[in-house]
């Protein structure tokens, strides 16, 4: 007899095909309008161009992940991934013109006006469905009653979750639990009271009252939840089991599947996909024009650094980049000496190892500069953790728990820890402490917004000179 490992499937629903659909209709109608524009008549070549965007976007989509559910996330995120896979989609499209040797068929300017339009109904389609959706809801077209299975704190907040999300279309019916309620937390006054045992919601979901069934016990109670599933096989309910993963100290948690067998993250990097993508493109763009604007100071800072003290104009030392690999971390030499060996002294109030040049270098953070370079070569970001040296990485690894996943992101220029206090020396452990809680949230909590909060924070820490000797 065949045995049969546990799989969790992902398939099409009606509204993964009508998404397609509307997207495909918006390509062709942009295709349409944009040649029209220009006073062109459609022929083999605009057929090709249509239809391969249409393509392309569906196998990039796959990728970004544009056709996944966009319930209960904000409409602000599901406009970005769409624009990136439009973005992506229009490349690829361009070098399918270009192996089909058409790109000399197709006007530049067509192609142009043709992505700004297709780019702007799909957003305008994309919001009105929203909007569709949101209506509708809130008539009470499909809408579905939902109850949660445990009184606790995950419970309280998955309530609270659904309840300011009403795009997903959720009414709230009520907690219930076998437990005593000497046993279980107060229950928020917001939700009002218990609504009684888990038999009394299989008869309400066998009634039809409830649609949808939330179980948030602890998973350690694995008897309790089987005891309830059982139950609720003799109804039609859907039943979700919400694992309470928030047991554990989660640096950055999303949901991946192996063949089919679902896993979570516990301690992951945040920049994967449509988000690793814009986090890139930003440090590319950004320090690209930092590096034209900057050129020239940079170019006197290095003569002043030659002729004022001996020594090589950069200091370049070994530290950890992503993933704790080795990467070589540049700046002007602001020192008489380039320590980057198996002791390291970090500098000091009045160090008399700092240059004077090197002094004003290090207050106004221009000795940072050339790290621009590491960013644009890829093994450093704007903005997150700052990189330290090897020696000291050793030294609090075994003292602070947790330290090495600062190293799950590559390391910044600026960073949260910097902008909130913890700059310069860190002399005590406390001191290191507090910086690596700091760059634990930045890995938590990043977003693109985050990210340009700390550049213009940075601007003022920079002014400000506070802990930089």
């Not at 040649?35 to 989509?61: C, M, N, P």
């Not at 300017?109 to 305008?124: R, S």
């Not at 380039?338 to 000091?348: I, L, R, W």
Request: aromatic content about 12%; overall charge positive; charged content about 20%.
């Amino acid at each position: 007899m065949a045995t049969h490992s546990p799989r969790i499937h992902q398939h099409w629903t009606v509204r993964d095909l009508a998404y397609r659909m509307l997207d495909a209709s918006s390509i062709l109608c942009a295709w349409i309008l944009a040649t029209q524009f220009h006073g062109l008549r459609q022929d083999e070549y605009h057929l090709v161009t249509g239809f391969a965007s249409i393509v392309v976007l569906y196998l990039v989509g796959e990728i970004t992940g544009l056709y996944r559910s966009w319930r209960g996330v904000t409409f602000e995120r599901e406009l970005g991934c769409t624009a990136i896979s439009w973005g992506a989609t229009f490349l690829g499209m361009t070098l399918v013109l270009f192996v089909a040797d058409a790109q000399s068929a197709v006007r530049h300017e067509v192609l142009y006006t043709y992505w700004i339009m297709a780019l702007a109904i799909v957003f305008a389609v994309r919001a009105a469905m929203r909007l569709i959706h949101k209506f509708l809801r809130r008539h009470g077209v499909n809408t579905q009653n939902f109850a949660i299975v445990g009184v606790n704190d995950l419970a309280f907040q998955l309530a609270d979750n659904i309840d300011n999300d009403q795009s997903m279309g959720l009414r709230f019916f009520g907690f219930f639990d076998d437990r005593p309620e000497e046993r279980t937390p107060d229950i928020p006054q917001r939700f009002g009271d218990r609504v009684g045992t888990v038999d009394d919601l299989v008869q309400d979901a066998k009634d039809g009252r409830v649609h949808i069934v939330y179980i948030t016990f602890p998973m350690r109670a694995e008897d309790r939840i089987r005891n309830v599933l059982n139950r609720f096989s003799d109804s039609t309910a859907s039943v979700y089991l919400v694992p309470d993963f928030f047991v554990f100290e989660l640096l950055h948690s999303r949901w991946t599947n192996i063949g089919g067998i679902p896993a979570v993250s516990i301690f992951e990097n945040p920049f994967y996909g449509i988000d690793g993508m814009v986090k890139r493109g930003m440090d590319l763009v950004l320090a690209s024009i930092a590096v034209a604007l900057l050129a020239l100071p940079m170019a006197v800072i290095a003569v002043m650094v030659k002729a004022t003290s001996p020594g090589p104009v950069f200091f370049r030392q070994k530290r950890y980049g992503l993933d704790g690999r080795q990467i070589s971390v540049w700046k002007f030499r602001s020192m008489s000496v380039c320590e980057n060996g198996s002791k390291v002294t970090q500098a000091q109030k009045n160090d008399p190892r700092v240059t004077p040049l090197g002094a004003f270098l290090r207050k106004t953070s221009l000795d940072e500069l050339p790290q621009l370079f590491n960013v644009l070569e890829g093994t450093m970001s704007l903005v997150g953790p700052r990189p330290h040296a090897n020696v000291h990485n050793e030294e609090y690894r075994s003292l602070i728990k947790g330290y090495m996943l600062r190293h799950k992101v590559k390391p910044g220029i600026t960073g949260l820890a910097q902008v909130n206090g913890w700059r310069g020396e860190t002399d005590t452990l406390e001191k290191m402490q507090k910086r690596i809680e700091c760059d634990h949230q930045y890995i938590r909590e990043w977003s693109v917004m985050m990210d340009f909060k700390i550049l213009l924070r940075t601007v003022w820490v920079v002014f400000a000179r506070q802990n930089a000797y």
